[in-house]
């Protein structure tokens, strides 16, 4: 709820900011951009959340619990990280999936480790941009450094909750 009250402050000093500077029109350019930014990204958006439902009424939670919970230890942590490294799809997919496995009984070392994974080392970004780009000696080195990091996140995870939540 705090997130939507600071992105509608935003917009409200925005939309005030922008009619000062050009009046009404000024205004409506931006919120048009807003909305064909927003109607680009629709079908995304809703099939990411389609994903996310589906997922709840066909994966029981229980095996969602065994194999990514909270108890699942460093096997939970490595088959997030392996699924976030192999899902493609931008956030619009990634955190209404993650919300659902959360809800489903993932524990949140599993959860972190599938994010990092996905936005560190995602097979799909690495095929069509990273190595046609940068090649493969670079590709191959940052994967080397990077392959860690998950696992290292997956493992922290449940101390850091523990320490914020006191």
């Given amino acids: 709820m705090e997130s939507v009250l600071i992105v509608g402050a935003c917009v409200a ?7 000062i500077q050009g009046g009404p029109a000024k205004a409506v350019d931006g919120y048009r951009e807003g909305a064909s930014l ?5 079908p995304q958006v809703a099939l990411g ?3 996310a439902g589906l997922i ?5 939670a229980s095996l969602i619990g065994q194999l990514i ?12 990280t392996i699924a976030g490294m192999v899902t ?7 955190f ?4 659902t496995l959360a809800r489903g009984g993932a524990g949140a070392g599993p959860l972190a480790a599938y994010l990092t994974a996905w936005s560190l080392l995602s097979i799909n970004r690495a095929i069509v941009w ?6 493969g000696t670079f590709t191959a080195a940052r994967w080397a450094v990077s392959l860690a990091v998950p696992i290292l996140i997956g493992l922290a995870m449940p101390f850091a909750m523990r320490a914020l939540t006191r």
């Fill in 88 to 94: 493609p799809g931008g956030p619009f997919l990634q």
């Fill in 96 to 99: 209404p999936l993650v919300a």
């Fill in 13 to 19: 000093a925005l939309s005030i900011i922008a009619l």
């Fill in 69 to 80: 919970g909270e108890e699942s230890g460093l096997r939970g942590i490595i088959i997030a």
């Fill in 56 to 60: 709840t009424v066909v994966v029981p």
């Fill in 130 to 135: 990273e190595l046609p780009l940068l090649g």
């Fill in 38 to 42: 927003a109607w680009s990204v629709l």
């Fill in 49 to 51: 959340f389609l994903l």
